[in-house]
């Protein structure tokens, strides 16, 4: 009987090609893991497409530990590289014999439009690449036959966020951080000296970067390329400025996006726009060029959990294609990864700058998407509002905060206030939540009163944990109705949207009750109904991630076991998000609870890792994980097995995750719940609709659900939904990190 030889392991190859983003290095770091998880081998291909033509050391295995220390890195480790050659056969003949001779038949490359035009040319050549090449005598017919068909992957990684059809891309948000802390640094000199700065950012012809930040920063002006601005336009900006000085705001920022031009097509220079203000204003202007600065240092929280899912899911589309034959970018939409045609996508991609050059800006703008022109409809009514003031006898619309404090509920009610007087409402702001409620305090809120608070930690307003009880009702009402409350407004947490719930439900008995109610999503627990993200979850997840990054920087030089503890209550959003983003090798979560005997098996699994070599070991732990296996408990319990292998230390990282300034995510994020929360409140009144709802994102657009279903959305015993987007990702957790072995398959 002859023996059939072992099937060859599938080779995979990645590269990072074009310009480098933040990010690339944890998508690098998922697919090399993934694909040794499942069984295939791995070259890092250096240099881009020119180590693929160059071939040698350019081609190289990557194991496990090469890229054990990566994540948190900027650019990419593997090096990037514009190649000229590869754009002519004779460049792609060379690669593919290069690839041919290792085994290497699937790609997934990390790069923008242009690196992931080059895969699939190759993509389409490569049957013609391989009859040339047998017919050179460079290889056998054979070896040809064993790799016929080249699959192919493509991530983009591009911090102007170009790729049509998807909402983020890898590099965009913390190039968007980078942006800030410049906006933030230059807001404070210029209050100083009552002074204008123009700020350029990248983008060529997507002006994704530009909007976000004007938004996020609370800047003045912006001009991005899919918009040019119409024919006086100097005038125009001029004004807006005249307008925020008169009001008595101290600083002015201009955004520019590098790609800027004006309906002639004629480019608009930073410096041309300092020169405008200069000469209108009379006011002394600085110009800022933030240039590469935006490329650089460690990813954000986003970059790292999204990248390492974007690798997984490449490798698991070179291992079994979702089409087979058809070449896939795969992006996020949203929060979830979607699978493109790589041909379409560019293509679509690369007609932006054709239709804005054709005048088109209506298509350029739809080319970016529903997200991209709702951001730039806020910016508008923000900086052009309707009116400044609320019209004599307007309807009456109060903000209350409740529940736990999260980054961005300032941002949140500022942006209320301005879009809410705009839209001819006044508004009214509720001092300390429900409690403050209950005694009447509460003061109205002027468009110069929230002058400052888009980018500031905290509550201006004020807030309470505490629900109201039945009891309380009754003066709730009277508050509400002594104030003339048209409509409230409700953003926090669950204990907000509890009580929003409370009062809706009792509207048959309290007629104070009988007014729109709107809950708004802010919670670092992340664990609202009818939302895949709350205001603050953002913010709080990368203040986890960079407690984990100098926790294991402090370990760096002996062998440590660390066992970090996230808030979360019995929601695990922020352990698992936290885990992936900071490299750990196990996550306990509430959703999965945990057993004695699996700890036990953990702590075998570590006495036996560390005894080999290990040096580093990092657990993250949800508060509410279990309420007898604590952190302390887990921490007492590897320490005594660890037979002086290795050193243990616990830490909660506790309310840090709670302050500071909220994140561009998050501002951007409470710039459109509260939005479309105002837009639903205003339709409800004209309507004569006295109902209740709550807002949140799902599926990349922003929605409103009736407060009426908002219990049957809930696990109330654990105060979290009962479907949570998120859990997808233990899989991609267990496929990068070296966890101690299989997990049960359940959920509380």
Known sequence: MNEQAPAQPVRIGVLTSGGDAQGMNAAVRAVVRTAIHRGAEVFAIFEGYQGMIDGGNGIRPFGWDDVGSILARGGTVIGTFRSTEFRTREGRLKATRNLIERGIDRLVVIGGDGSLTGLDTLRQEWPGLLDELVANGDITAELAAQHANLIIAGLVGSIDNDLVGVD????????????????????????????????????????????????????????????????????????????????????SIVVVAEGATDRAGNPIRSEYVRQVIEDHLHEATRTTILGHVQRGGTPSAYDRWASTWLGYEAVKELLNPSVPGEAKVIGMLGNDVVRLPLAGAVQATQRVPDLIASGDYIGAMDARGPSFNELDAIFSELTKPARFVAPDGAK???????????????????????????????????????EGLRKGDARDLGWDDVEGWIGSGGAELGLRRA????????????????????????????????????????????????????????????????TELAVGADTALNVDVASIDMIKMSGAATTRCFVVETMGRYCGFLALMSGIAGGAERVYLNEEGVELGELAYDVAWLQRSFAAGRRLFLAIRNEEASDSYT????????????????????????????GGEPTPADRLLAARVVSTGLRRMAQALEAGEPDGWYVGLQFSKITTSPMSHMMDDMDVRHRRPKKQWWMQLQRVLQAVSDQPGPRRKKTR
Not at 203 to 218: D, E, K, S, T, V
Not at 652 to 657: E, N, R, W
Request: charged fraction near 20%; include cysteine.
């Open 631 to 658: 952190t302390e408990f887990m921490g007492q319990m590897l320490e005594g097995a660890s037979n002086g292998n290795y050193d243990v230390r616990t830490h909660i990282i506790g309310h840090l995750q709670q």
């Open 396 to 434: 009456r619309i109060a903000i209350i905060h409740a529940g736990g404090l999260a980054p961005g509920m300032n941002t949140a009610a500022s942006i209320a206030v301005r879009l809410g007087i705009s839209r001819g409402f006044a508004m009214v702001g509720i001092r300390n939540g429900f």
């Open 467 to 530: 629900v109201p009880t039945p009891e309380d009702l009754y003066k709730l009402s009277r508050s509400l109705e002594e104030l003339r409350v048209d409509g409230l407004l409700v953003i926090g947490g669950w204990n907000a949207y509890q009580a929003a719930y409370l009062l809706h439900s009792e509207r048959s008995r309290y007629p104070a009750f009988r007014i729109p109610i709107v809950a708004v999503p802010a919670s670092i627990d992340n664990n609202l109904p009818g």
């Open 168 to 251: 983020s891309t890898i590099g965009s948000d913390t190039a968007l951080h980078r942006i800030m802390d410049a906006i933030d640094a230059l807001s404070s000199t210029a209050a100083s000296h009552q002074r204008s700065f123009v700020l350029e950012v990248m983008g060529r012809h997507c002006g994704y970067l530009a909007l976000a930040a004007a938004i996020a920063g609370g800047c003045d002006y912006v001009l991005i390329p899919e918009n040019p601005p119409a024919e006086g336009w100097e005038d125009d900006m001029c004004q807006i400025l005249r307008t925020a000085r008169a009001r008595g705001r101290r600083d």
